[in-house]
């Protein structure tokens, strides 16, 4: 890609997508997974463009929320869902563990795979959404994960097999377990110890009458914005052997990646629109920030580095977002050479969680998104 000739033609703050990146993540999972089904978990990049790729390639969606799934319903070619009841059922994951009541309603007319991990959810889904195939969220540990999410979701691994069974009780339908070892995950531990406990809670009900048929492991899956990021040929090496080990072929296993897929396609090519020199450092203002495509920073706690088109010697500087908050600070460490007002940076592996959560906070515009090689 001429980055410089994108942005002169479009502008910045200019986030550019690239769909080969995409299909080649694809790819890779399927290459490396072989046994694993794969779920794109849009709230990493909800773009319907996105969306409309992985279609084609025979992806299933997770979706947190009604506006999601209907995003994709929306997004995904009418070639690809010919008999919608069972592209709902076979390609769509209602992943949230908390769903809305008016969610709930208006899903019921679909059987869709859901996912529950209290009892009150329970509750619930046995009065406005019945008919749907449930997955029990266990709680795993996620030491090492860059975010961690075991704090807010999933039911202790002890108490799954009592609350799976309420389920069955009350004449509902669990279908599998579910877990998630937090984002970008960097111990490979976390999967392992959460397959050893699924595969203990799968014999377990098994001996009570109940064989449950299906295994999301989540996502997670490590994406290298630095040299701490793992091997994923590693990781993937030992989830097909414990996979195997543990859980004979007709247990269907599933994953949800979403960073994995999009991380990498993204990058941001933005403009310096003021520089200053504070506490004895270069400040460099550009035309985006933390509270747009560079969310990222305070939500999904990466540092993400810029680059420079211009060379020279390099120092140390700050670049900073426009808006009239302090908290709008991207990085106090950027080693840059000097720049000028009308220079350009940019920033690579931005395809996850920043347009996702970007805002227009104090007015200042999105960035505009330019999709290539779709």
């Known amino acids: 890609m001429d980055l410089k000739k994108l942005a002169a033609r479009h502008g910045t703050p200019l986030l550019i997508i690239d769909h080969a990146v995409i299909k080649c993540q694809y790819r890779k999972l399927r290459d490396h997974l072989p046994r694993v089904g794969l779920y794109f978990a849009i709230k990493a990049n909800p773009e319907p463009q996105i969306i409309k790729t992985l279609a084609a390639m025979n992806a299933g969606y997770d979706v947190a929320s009604l506006q999601e799934y209907r995003s994709v319903i929306h997004s995904v070619p009418a070639s690809e869902k010919k008999d919608l009841k069972t592209f709902i059922y076979d390609r769509i994951i209602l992943a949230n563990t908390i769903k809305p009541i008016d969610t709930l309603k208006k899903l019921s007319n679909h059987r869709l795979l859901v996912t529950f991990d209290n009892s009150e ?70 999967y392992i110890n959460a397959l050893e406990a699924s595969a203990s809670i799968f014999e377990e009900l098994k001996s009570h009458g109940h064989e449950l048929k299906l295994l999301n492991i989540g996502g997670g899956f490590p994406v290298p914005y630095d040299k701490n990021a793992p091997s994923f040929k590693k990781l993937a090496r030992k989830l097909n052997g414990e996979i195997d080990r ?30 200053s020199v504070r506490d004895g450092k270069m400040v460099y203002y550009i035309d985006d920030g933390v509270y747009g495509t560079l969310s990222g920073v305070v939500f999904d706690h990466i540092p993400y580095h810029f680059k420079s088109f211009k060379k020279g010697p390099a120092a140390i500087s700050a670049v900073v977002g426009p808006t009239c908050d302090a908290f709008d600070t991207i990085s106090t460490a950027e080693s840059l050479p000097e720049l000028e007002i009308g220079d350009l940076l940019y920033a690579e592996n931005i395809g996850a969680y920043s347009n996702a959560s970007a805002t227009n906070f104090n007015g200042f515009p999105k960035a505009k998104i330019l999709h290539i090689n779709t």
């Open 121 to 190: 959810e329970l509750k619930k889904i046995k009065k406005y959404c019945p008919d749907a195939g449930l997955i029990c969220r266990i709680k795993v540990a996620n030491v090492g994960s860059v975010v961690e999410l075991s704090s807010k979701f999933g039911v202790e691994p002890g108490d799954a097999t009592r609350l799976i069974e309420s389920a069955f009780s009350s004449g509902l339908t669990v279908e599998g377990l579910s877990f998630h070892v937090g984002s970008q995950c960097l111990n490979i531990d976390n």
């Open 246 to 275: 543990l859980f004979p072929k007709k247990i269907e296993v599933v994953a949800e990646p979403g960073r994995f897929l999009v991380a990498e396609a993204g990058t941001l090519v933005v403009s310096i629109v003021g520089k």
